[in-house]
């Protein structure tokens, strides 16, 4: 490992990234970078929650990072339970914060 | 160690079985203590869904057991915590040809004959009751006594009833050996921990009931049946009913050691929809067995094609005790005077918990019975076992 | 030399020689080794490209031109990554990227099946059949719950880690570092090298331990200098390193604006009155790791509990499971780092060529006696490390009633707490039927660990010992398992 002291990880691996590309998060557009997670780009806007829970309507997020935890499971382009943390970003992509189970669609 | 209080009832088996048993022996004033070697419904209660059934059996004394247990759960449900996730929730049984719902009907005829509640259902009025079934079935029936219970909880919850009620509760602690008087009557138990004395015995050890009984002395023909059960992610509440389809029946009661998959499929009051049903005699095999499931997910989904895109969490398995005649065996054994056998249930054991525990109790009690026991004489195999 | 009728027979019947499940350090170094000795290998691999969660780089289109700067031992991927092109492009191995293997089965013949799903939405199946298996599934972060840990902003250490890797992001910039392990000061280093600040690392246990086992510390001379290097950095870094300390609490209403840190006796009961206050917002945590055993415990192979407190896999000095045609390697047979990853891969591989072909050549004879001293030596060292980090059983006092323990079903450590004292619940298996622990999307893997532990203090102590058996290594969708069934 080099011993620099970057401001940004980009700068510290000297990324030179493909052009990015708008997805949006809620309606509100954000940014996303070729090869980027979900989870990656909404910590890049600076959003930590996507999700709520079934039982107390809880905020959540990635946690760990890995597709262990299921924290993180997002609506995307309509389909639920999607783990974030894993699951690439694309341009375009509608990511909705998920209510409970994110069936609620099906209930009716 | 020994217990300085004198006991009335040793009951072995910590299951809804013997939950059940501790229950109703331990409020009608007998001193109770109910051992099992693991934990607290760690055996099939555990593995099992918690099924409250009259449907699915036919005339005969298991249904008579059936509907003596319907009013009994109902009567707890209203006595133990909401915790146990009680519902009467209701059965739908579907048949797919015109041939099955001609099966179906004559056998809800003669259910209703002997007090089962049951409604015929046309194509329309099975979609109003379950919108998400497929299409194209020939039609079903309704049974509104169907329920269901978290089993795990509604028999902790049993057993800390029977607590109050001054119960003793030891899991962790196993039978190894029948206590036997010098006149032959059972007279307690020996276990890892020491000797509980007693005059009674229950053996409600479910699908290990047979090895209890070999402690005693006498056979008990249980087999493990194993079955597996297939949760899904969490979800609204798609499937009201417990939905199974017309064939399900005839596998409960098939005799074949061979596979038997029927769909059984609900929703719980958590979200995961619970998907079963498979049996099979296959010893205490406990590895998943890939056919099994995938059969089990291809019913599921024919039934409710809108499970086609759900994820399965989760698979798991059960060893339901299987006696040849699928009948029980509950009420005092003649080859072993003071040992009480209430165990064997197969599927069903969640359901008439409430009613062998009060027959056992009643029993004991030297009371007569409220339904007669004789078709579940635990020492009806011998003739057939019997080496000239 | 001599190719045995297996390796005829196997290739024959489309069946590979070896399948390897993990593309991390030990799975890859079993793979190309094999391959390299002329066995036809199938590796599967949940990721996209090879490295495991330790090797994990920035996805191509980051353009990462120093991906080095992010890693310790790089060199040693790099070089197995070029071998592994190699082998991609003759077809000795088939590398299936985005495969989860969600269970195996073994055929009559002795043959193992393994079955994966791919394709992310459009979930499609493989099975691929295969005389042998190497299990290198690796590990996932161990946690402990602790009053404030679902809020937003409180991340798994390991988990900061891959997003940094992965998707070269911070879920913040002023970020505490805290739990146990070694794992934490490489995460401390790369995020203040990133350009987050890093006030404080936290660690419950304190490194003076390690000093119990001078045996094994001599023996490791190496382990001792790299842990030399990374205080020495730390502190550069401007990293306070606060042993024997524990977070206790974290504040914020909406997200994390500070965590209290409190200090922790030897069994890591927090000590009244010493909570101090650190402003943050982020809280990178985690307690070590633990061994993914879903697919070990599938084929019926044999665990043992470890110093560590976690289950691993019980193996020979051949990396051979209880089970025949099943080796190890890496995590999966106890938690003990890359370096021993790399050389447990390779050890199989050679126990397996050895078997395949019935001997090896009298190099790999010597390579195979080289490796197995070394594992030897850093298994030891492994062990002292799980000891020393091993969670003391006070860190149950960090707990309020009302602290989740369960993050996915929300079940609180009062609701465990009562369903042992007073439904007498005293294992996990009972918990979580009283109470759902461990029965959500994530099958207990958070708080697996926590719950067993619970159970234990509060209730009759009845755990039958052993993993989780989760029969289903991930989600499946209940069509991809329908499509396997026979029709009719």
């Known amino acids: ?108 | 160690m020994l217990t300085r209080h004198p006991l009335d009832v040793v009951i072995v088996g910590a299951g809804m079985v013997g939950a059940a048993c501790a229950y109703y022996t331990s409020r009608s004033g007998l001193s109770v203590a109910v051992v099992d070697r693991g934990p607290v419904a760690g055996g099939t209660t555990g593995a099992g869904e918690g099924n409250l059934l009259v449907s699915d059996k036919v005339p005969g004394p298991e249904l008579e057991l059936a509907l003596l247990s319907a009013s009994l759960w109902q009567q707890l449900s209203e006595e133990l915590p909401e915790g146990i996730e009680y519902e009467l929730k209701g059965g739908v049984v579907v048949a797919a040809s015109e041939d099955s719902l001609a099966t179906l009907s004559a056998t809800a005829a003669g259910q209703r004959e002997e007090g089962v509640e049951a409604h015929h259902l046309t194509p329309d009025r099975l979609r109003e009751l379950e919108p998400h079934l497929a299409p194209h079935l020939a039609g079903g029936c309704h049974y509104p006594q169907d329920a269901q219970v978290q089993p795990a909880l509604a028999a902790a919850e049993l057993l800390r009833a029977a607590t109050r009620a001054g119960a003793l509760v030891r899991p962790g602690e196993e039978v190894v050996g029948i206590l036997r008087s010098r006149e032959g009557a059972v007279c307690g138990v020996r276990t890892t921990r020491g000797e509980l004395r007693a005059p009674v015995v229950v053996n409600a050890g479910g699908t290990w009931g047979g090895d209890l009984a070999a402690l005693a002395g006498v056979n008990l023909p249980v087999l493990p049946r194993r079955g597996f059960v297939l949760v899904t992610e969490p979800l609204p509440r798609l499937i009201r009913h417990k939905v199974y389809a017309a064939e399900y029946v005839a596998d409960v009661s098939s005799g074949s050691a061979a596979l038997q998959t029927s769909p059984v499929v609900e929703g719980t009051p958590s979200g995961p929809v619970l998907i079963g049903a498979s049996r099979e005699r296959v010893g205490f095999d406990r590895t998943l067995s890939v056919p099994v499931v995938a059969r089990l997910a291809a019913r599921a989904a024919d039934l409710f094609p809108v499970l086609a895109d759900v994820r399965v969490l989760r698979a798991y398995h059960g060893f339901r005790p299987y006696l040849p005649d699928h009948l029980p065996a509950i009420g005092p054994d003649p080859r072993a005077p003071g040992l009480f056998h209430a165990c064997g249930h197969e599927g069903a054991g969640i359901g008439l918990a409430p009613a062998t525990g009060l027959l056992i109790a009643e029993a004991i009690r030297g009371k007569r019975p409220v339904l007669d026991l004789a078709p579940f004489a635990p020492d009806r195999f011998d003739a057939t076992c019997h080496v000239p | 030399m001599p190719h045995s009728t297996d390796d005829h027979r196997a290739r024959e019947t489309g069946c590979a020689t070896i399948a390897v499940v993990g593309a991390g350090p030990a799975g890859l170094a079993a793979a190309v080794t094999a391959a390299d000795h002329g066995l036809d290998v199938v590796l599967l691999d949940a990721a996209t490209a090879p490295g495991g969660q330790y090797y994990r780089s920035p996805a191509d289109g980051l353009g990462a031109t120093r991906p080095e700067a992010l890693h310790h031992h790089w060199r040693a991927f790099a070089e197995l990554s070029s071998r592994l092109a190699a082998h991609r492009d003759t077809g000795a191995i088939r590398h299936l990227t985005g495969h989860q293997v969600w269970t195996v089965e073994r055929t009559g013949d002795g043959d193992w099946i393994l079955h994966a799903v791919t394709g992310g939405d459009e979930e499609t199946r493989t099975a691929v059949r295969a005389r042998r298996m190497v299990l290198a599934t690796g590990a996932h972060e161990r946690q402990l719950p602790f009053p404030g840990w679902t809020l937003p902003g409180v991340v798994s250490a390991a988990g900061a880690q891959a997003m940094l890797k992965s998707g070269l992001v911070l879920p913040g910039r002023r970020i505490v570092v805290a739990g146990s392990g070694p794992l934490l000061q490489a995460v401390a280093l790369s995020l203040t090298r990133a350009g987050a600040s890093v006030p404080a690392l936290v660690e419950a246990a304190g490194y003076g331990a390690y000093a119990r086992a001078p045996r094994v510390l001599a023996a490791n001379p190496g382990k001792a200098a790299e842990g030399a290097r990374f205080g020495a950095a730390l502190a550069r870094a401007g990293v306070r390193v606060l042993g024997h300390r524990a977070v206790t609490e974290v504040h914020g209403d909406e997200r994390v604006e500070a965590v209290t840190v409190s200090r922790v006796d030897r069994r890591w009961r927090p000590v009244a009155g010493t909570g101090r206050r650190i402003a943050c917002d982020v809280l990178a945590v985690g307690h070590g790791l633990v061994p993914q055993l879903e697919l070990a415990v599938a084929a019926g192979c044999a665990t043992r509990p470890g110093p560590d407190g976690t289950h691993a896999v019980t193996l020979d000095e051949q990396l051979r499971t209880t089970v025949p045609g099943v080796w190890a390697a890496g995590e999966t047979g106890g938690v003990g780092g890359v370096e021993l990853a790399l050389y447990e891969g390779e050890l199989a591989a050679l126990s397996i060529i050895r078997e395949a072909r019935g001997g090896v050549r009298r190099q790999e004879a010597r390579r195979a006696v080289a490796l197995r001293r070394s594992r030897r030596r850093l298994r030891a060292f492994a062990a002292l490390m799980g000891a020393v980090h091993r969670p003391g059983a006070g860190w149950i006092e960090w707990l309020t009633g009302d602290t989740e323990v369960c993050r996915c079903e929300e079940v609180t450590a009062g609701r465990i707490r009562s369903a042992c004292e007073e439904l007498g619940a005293g294992d996990t298996r009972t918990v979580k039927l009283l109470t759902r622990a461990g029965m959500g999307w994530c099958q207990g893997r958070t708080c697996g660990f926590a719950v067993r532990e619970l159970a234990a203090v509060h209730g009759a102590g009845q755990d039958p010992g052993g993993p989780d058996r989760r029969p289903l290594a991930c989600p499946v969708k209940l069509s991809t398992l329908a499509d396997l069934a026979d029709p009719g």
């Open chain 1, 1 to 108: 490992m080099r011993r620099t002291r970057a401001r940004t990880p980009a700068e510290l691996v000297g990324a030179e990234p493909e052009p990015e590309f708008r997805l949006t998060f809620d309606g509100r557009p954000i940014r996303g970078l070729p090869g980027q997670t979900i989870a990656a780009a909404l910590w890049s806007a600076g959003i930590l929650t996507w999700r709520t829970t079934r039982v107390h309507d809880r905020p959540r997020g990635a946690f760990c990072g890995i597709g262990a935890c299921y924290d993180c499971l997002a609506t995307v382009n309509g389909r639920p339970n999607r783990r974030a943390c894993l699951l690439p970003a694309a341009p375009g992509d509608v990511i909705t914060t998920q209510e409970g189970d994110g069936h609620a669609a099906l209930d009716g």
